[in-house]
């Protein structure tokens, strides 16, 4: 993903403001185009009512795809999830590590492998690690038990209210800053004290969903899709999962 430029930018917003004239004899005639013209409205309207329909749309949603890089306590993760009301599924990386993530309801599967777990809480005091443990999990949907620390890190990449919610949000004052595109839809951006608390692309077309954040203090930049586009869980069959039955080593 890359950021967006400001000749993009600037272009977009010259495009809005332009007016071509046209001189006959002493006559000049005047054009201005309305980049929203067409639209769902909501460019027209103040920046904090456009956020305000923007996380209601989302909200509102059956689904969505959130695909980026999320910055929280000095750690970088890549996420590409599937989100519902009822669970999600997809995948998260982290300092090289990659683990996927299923959640049906309340039951929540994390696969990775031997080395993802090797390199948790089980080790020895000589630094081997829990080998047979991790041999037993690696590959596998392992269920992590709601009574697990691991239980409520997990499960927020799966949840989507809980997402959205912490993620939707642009801080300090918020003012409109032009019209783009985004993944071909036009959008109108929203930015929180001027970009440095963030910046959002809402669509212009169709419901306000949110499409793409620059989150404040460039702790992530991340890409929304497949608003409302329902799509179905595969429970693990029984040779595909592990019940660790304790408490799982940590990563």
Known sequence: MTPITQSRSRSAALASATCALLVTGTVITGCAEDPNEGTNGVGRLPAA?????????????????VHGNVVSGGRTYTLDMRLKDDGGDGSVTSKGATFKLLRIGEQLYVMADAEFWAHGSGQDEGGKGD???????????VKVPQGDPSYKKFSGFTDKALLLDGLLTLHGTLATDGHDEEAGVRTIRVTGDKGSGG??????????????????????TLTFSGWGEDFSFREPEKNETVDYGRQLPTS
């Open 131 to 141: 080998a047979a443990a991790a041999s037993k999990l690696g590959g596998k949907f």
């Open 199 to 220: 910046t959002l692309e809402v669509s212009l077309e169709g419901k306000p969903y949110p499409l793409r954040l620059e989150r404040a203090g460039g702790a992530g």
């Open 49 to 65: 009512k456009i956020q305000s329909k923007t996380r209601s749309a989302a909200g509102s949603a059956g689904a969505v795809r």
